[in-house]
């Protein structure tokens, strides 16, 4: 170990990485317990975490103690370096000790574009200090088993910029005019916003969509709302579902009942009296993601008229 620490101040004192021989620096040097390196292969790569406190000279180590990473042993040569039976270098001289992190990820599910870019090297070792973030993301992606997904990403990364411009932009009548256009836009062959003032009404829908293929008719309750949306919105579309206007409406047709609002959640009350009368609640974010997933085209002229 002596010899290690001697060798670290002595023949690279300033560290110009630039150079390619200072990646036996690198290996036996810089890197210290605890540290995680990521070990790329052919369609998958390995993360190891060091346990050890200094690198092991190979020479010093029982021969019959150690194999490669496939398992096979290897042999000592007198050169004091480890050996493959068909006579292949396996060593630098040095080991750490390492224990698996994960095993065999792969980069096309689990590695971002930028740790996938960097396992590109052709070099012998290089720091990757500045990806911890993605070798983290990779893991926990791995552990989930939720591979990496240009859809979900630019989901999670629209979806609140679309939930506020909804909040800003739209009032009342417009969001309800918003929920037609969807409706419409996902298939319904007929949708409208029955009038407010409307004589003897039981209950109150914002829209009502029909899908003549399927024979079904949503009836949709719309609050654009901050914060909390309670039960009185579950309250009048259950009620409406049994007037007399849903029933001439959706004559022969499944009934849905939906409410919709541009808040964050609902009240405990509103999803316990929603689950008693199957109704399906959606909040501000579920909204924005199904309105990433019908497409915006043909939105502007919906909201004008």
């Known amino acids: 170990m002596a010899m290690i620490d001697e060798a670290c ?11 390619t021989r200072y990646n036996l ?10 540290d995680w390196v990521v070990v790329p292969k052919w ?3 390995d993360i190891y975490e060091i ?38 270098l396996v060593d630098l001289g040095f080991m750490w000790r390492v224990k698996p992190v994960r095993i065999l990820l792969s980069r096309y599910k689990f ?19 500045d990806l911890r973030s993605s070798v ?11 591979p990496v997904d240009l859809y979900n990403s630019l ?39 029955p009038a407010k003032n409307e004589r003897d009404k039981q209950g109150d829908a914002d829209v009502v969509a029909a899908f003549d293929f399927i024979r079904t008719a949503i009836y949709v309750q719309v609050k654009f709302h901050n914060g909390t949306t309670d039960e009185w919105s579950v309250k009048q579309i259950v009620s409406y579902q049994a007037g007399e206007a849903a029933m001439t409406f ?16 609902f009240s405990d009350a509103a999803v316990e009296l929603a689950n008693e009368n199957k109704v399906q609640l959606i909040n501000g974010e579920q909204f924005a993601i199904m309105l990433l997933e019908a497409g915006f085209t043909g939105l502007d002229t919906a909201l004008k008229k």
């Open 9 to 19: 101040s002595t023949y690279w004192p300033e560290n110009p990485k630039a150079r």
């Open 25 to 34: 620096k690198r290996f036996i040097c810089d890197m210290k317990k605890g």
């Open 43 to 45: 369609s998958d790569f």
């Open 51 to 88: 346990i050890g406190q200094k690198p092991h000279i190979i020479s010093e180590l029982p021969a019959n103690s150690i194999e490669d990473w496939h398992k096979k042993p290897v042999t000592l040569g007198n050169n004091g370096h480890l050996y493959r039976e068909n006579g292949d």
């Open 111 to 129: 590695a971002d574009a930028a740790l996938t870019s960097r396992m590109k090297h052709r070099g012998t070792n290089i720091t990757i200090s």
């Open 136 to 146: 983290e993301a990779a893991v926990v992606a791995f552990d989930a088993n939720r």
């Open 155 to 193: 989901a999670e990364a629209t979806v609140q910029a679309v939930l506020s411009v909804i909040r800003k932009e739209l009032n009342d009548s417009k969001f309800e005019r918003l929920v037609k256009w969807y409706l419409e836009r996902v298939g319904a062959s007929a949708a409208e916003i």
């Open 250 to 265: 959706a004559d022969g047709y499944s009934q849905v009942c939906w409410v919709i609002s541009s808040a964050d959640k």
